[in-house]
């Protein structure tokens, strides 16, 4: 059958079983828009209020289902408002398709009104990226997007479309997609070395990555910790993908990682890195690093092996596969002493908080409490998002959304809008802070137009906290331009952009709060006025190695 290029497109995402799109309009794009008008009952399209926040709310819809996200934006600035977006979902293996439209093929490069490379900008924060000239070479192009973006490690992938191409018409042809195929690049010996680096470890310690997360290998994961009885640590992206509640689970690692955690894998014998990049935020000093132990890394990415960190062994491949091959060919390990020495270091290094005010982790420990830990949660960057990582405690994969590894401020907003629109079961709830909420809290409009009842929950400082942490830590106090004390009311701004709001000063205001944004069924923001020189702890000072982990103790010892 004979479609234009627009329903082409359409036809394209239908196919791929897409439900849901986020975006905003503009010239170039107008008939794709156009189309998508047409089958409103088939695909839900979301209007952000800024291509920013849709590249979010993709991001955020993806990491909570599974699922690819799906986002359109327009030429020239409406295409570069979603960079920031592309690359946050890059570095953290997000798979999405972001679909934009140029300027007419005979328009393309003369600097035309909103013309930009978009390819070209984002090239190296995408694992693929295209600009559609040609109408014939449509639909391929998409299909082969989503194939790249869910398969292997994810990642975003760039479809740019010229205006005459989604104009243009051409024969057509539905094909029933294909679930791609895991390519695993192991081979028996290495099953093998991994084996026996695991039945000769004395105090072997799993460190786990988002990679657990995106394989779906959480229940693989659990029976490999219990069968060579390992603790186990995590890092931020890996949240939920092993029981937070259980006792082989440390904490987080690295910079502001438990100290069980940081001293456990600087002791051990071998630590097996699950789907983890080793990270600078992880590791501190490389040449300091698990230096007293054989490190065994098992990941789908060959790039990750040898990057940061010198391996003894790799196996490369699906985590899940991988795990269920080692899963079934162990005997069961002993490691009682091991084990004792880990818990012995728990009891003595619990995490902590000042009690007698009102602080972000009393704020985090009242909403894991009254949702039984199971609402999504999602973060901006800094302190509240530490806080957030180190005091809910995860039990499920996807109910952890954060900018990891692109530190992005602004993220976590149009991330929960995306996870309550794919998970509308959920509770979802955004923590940010008042520095970070400025960066996109215009997206309150996109809940409240669509009532979309997710929560947001600003830590108000009134200060850029985690900047100013480290102000007053390394640079005697010079407090250069992190103190925001300007005249925003956040509850009169919520409240301006259609959304219920609430006031927070006292820790007894907290958890009527948190109950009554659940029972409004409906976008409420709840404002907790903190004080402003609360710090997270643990900190492991940059560059440093991680068994340097110190607290507040600690440094009051110091002084």
Known sequence: MQLTGSQIVIECLKEQGVDTVFGYPGGSILNIYDELYKHSDEIKHILTSHEQGASHAADGYARATGKVGVCFATSGPGATNLVTGIATAYMDSVPMVAITANVTLPLLGKDSFQEVDIAGVTMPITKHGYIVKDVTKLADTIREAFQIAKSGRPGPVLVDITKDATANKCEFTPVKPETPALKNAYSEQDIDVALELIKNAKKPYIYLGGGAV??????????????????????????????????????MIGMHGTKTSNYGVSQCDLLIALGARFSD?????????????????????????????????????????????????????????????????????????????????????????????????????????????????????????????????????????????????????????????????????????????????????????????WQTLFYEKRYSQTVLTDKVDF??????????????????????????????????????VIEEDDKVFPMVPAGAPISDAFDADDLNNRQ
């Open 491 to 528: 509850v009169k701004v919520s409240e301006g952009l259609g959304c219920e709001a609430i006031r927070v000063t006292t820790r007894e205001e907290v958890a009527p709060a948190i109950e009554k944004a659940i029972a409004l069924q409906k976008p409420v923001v709840i404002e907790c």
């Open 214 to 251: 995106i394989s779906n290998a959480s229940r693989e994961v659990k029976e490999f910790a219990e069968k060579i009885q390992a603790p186990v640590c995590d890092t931020l992206m890996a949240k939920g993908a092993f029981d937070g509640k259980s006792a082989m689970y440390t904490g």
């Open 281 to 469: 935020r992880v590791i501190g000093n490389p040449k300091k690093f698990a230096e007293n132990a054989k490190i065994l890394q098992i990941d789908i990415d060959a790039a990750e092996v040898n990057k940061n960190i010198k391996t003894d062994a790799a196996v490369i491949g699906d985590l899940k596969t991988v795990l269920k091959e080692l899963n079934s060919k162990l005997e069961q390990q002993n490691h009682d002493a091991w084990i004792t020495q880990i818990q012995d270091m728990k009891a003595k290094y619990p995490l902590k908080y000042e009690s007698d005010k009102l602080t972000c982790p009393y704020v985090i420990e009242e909403l894991d409490r009254i949702t039984k830990g199971e609402a999504i949660i999602s973060t901006d960057v800094g302190q509240h998002q530490m806080w957030a990582a180190q005091f809910y405690q995860y039990t499920q994969p996807r109910t952890f959304l954060s900018s990891g590894g692109l530190g992005t401020m602004g993220y976590g907003l149009g991330a929960c809008i995306g996870a309550k629109v794919g998970k509308p079961e959920k509770i979802c709830v955004n923590i940010a802070g008042d520095g970070c909420f400025r960066m996109n809290m215009n997206e309150l409009a996109t809940a409240s137009r669509y009532n979309i009842p997710i929560i947001q929950i600003v830590i108000n400082n009134h200060v850029l906290g985690m900047v100013r942490q």
